[in-house]
């Protein structure tokens, strides 16, 4: 029988899951080819603006296969509700039977977003956090300001948002837990953040090669189509260290994608996130570093934590 597992179970389901540690594994057997990812498949909105994200796969010798539908629309919130929605779906690997329908509303591609940002920083951020700079105070802005404090803990925190607005909710909301500033800039950002998160769907560079200082780590979520771009492309060609989270799906989207077509770096100097995580040679060496972690976003990340879940939600039942 097909479970149907709600979000209030998904929610008590995640107090006992390390979805950072099952995050960082799921990019380990992606890049020693362990995994079967095809290409995502999305529809893109115009009215209102959207996307939906329909990624899929499985690991090998593992039980299930997942396949994940996710979307954003940017104009949720003036209906009050989330930008985020969707769920996952679990299958036997076996049997192809269904095993679990996940009716997450989006909230685990949120939070497995949030982890791989966490894994990034692990291996790529400074050891001395300075301050962490936020750009775009939606959803996102705030995952990862909580799952960073697992790996890199910095209750100095600044913050940029198109709509100063939603930068005062964030405030509001957040501002007993950290220490928060706003920045009437990126620029500003950049100039008093050595961890940077960019979160937002833009389709036009925020931040530019001039603005980025020595030292500085950036772990950009936000590109996860074609059109949209945050990095100006020659902040890759300064950088140190470029990692992608998917060499693959860094040749359609991302800001690697935006930088190679620009001719500002070479894919050669791409080293894959699961790669690095297993190879220390290939992590942060030297504080003075300039790294830039380039996540899409990658089914294995879904499998991994949808199948997480669906365990946990099932051994709590028995």
């Known amino acids: 029988m ?3 597992i709600k979000l209030n179970q998904i929610h008590s389901a995640l ?12 990019f380990i057997q992606y890049s020693k080819g362990n995994v079967v990812v095809p290409p995502v498949a999305e529809l893109l909105f115009e009215n ?8 899929y796969g499985y690991i090998k010798n593992e039980p299930y ?16 509700i989330s930008s985020s929605q969707g769920l996952m779906l679990l299958f036997s690997q076996k049997t192809g039977e269904p095993a679990a329908i996940l009716l997450d509303e989006g909230r685990l591609t949120d939070i497995r977003t949030a982890a ?43 913050i940029w948002d ?20 706003f920045a009437a800039t990126p620029a500003q950002i950049a100039k008093n953040c050595n961890l940077i998160i960019t979160t937002t769907p833009s389709q036009k560079p925020l931040l530019t090669g001039s603005d980025i200082r020595s030292g500085t780590h950036i772990t950009a979520v936000g590109s996860d189509t074609p059109e949209k771009q945050e990095l100006e492309s020659c902040i890759l060609k300064i950088a140190d260290i470029v990692v992608a989270d998917s060499l ?19 894919r050669e100097k791409i080293v894959e996130l699961g790669r690095a995580v297993s190879d220390k040679t290939l992590q942060r060496t030297d504080e003075k570093q300039i790294t830039v972690a380039d996540l899409t976003g ?15 939600v099932k051994n709590e039942e028995k």
Do not use: W
């Not at 198109?162 to 500033?181: F, M, Q, S, V, W």
């Not at 991302?254 to 001719?263: K, L, W």
């Not at 990658?298 to 946990?312: C, E, G, L, R, T």
């Open 298 to 312: 990658v089914a294995v990340q879904d499998i991994k934590i949808a199948s997480a879940v669906y365990s946990a």
């Open 15 to 26: 107090e006992n899951i390390d979805v950072i540690s099952h995050i960082e594994d799921g």
């Open 248 to 266: 693959p799906q860094s040749e359609t989207r991302g800001e690697i994608f935006r930088a190679v077509n620009d001719g500002k770096i070479e």
């Open 116 to 158: 791989a940002g966490a894994v990034a920083a692990r291996y790529f951020a400074p050891k001395e956090v300075k301050a962490i700079g936020i750009l775009g105070t939606g959803i996102q802005g705030r995952r990862q300001l909580e799952y960073l404090q697992k790996v890199r803990p910095c209750k100095k925190v600044m």
């Open 65 to 80: 296969y997942c396949i994940k539908i996710a979307s954003g629309f940017y104009q949720n919130s003036k209906l009050g």
């Open 162 to 181: 198109i709509d100063p607005t939603n930068a005062i909710l964030y405030k509001k909301e957040l501002g007993n837990r950290y220490d928060i500033e």
């Open 2 to 4: 097909t479970a149907i």
């Open 48 to 55: 209102p603006p959207g996307d939906t994200h329909i990624k």
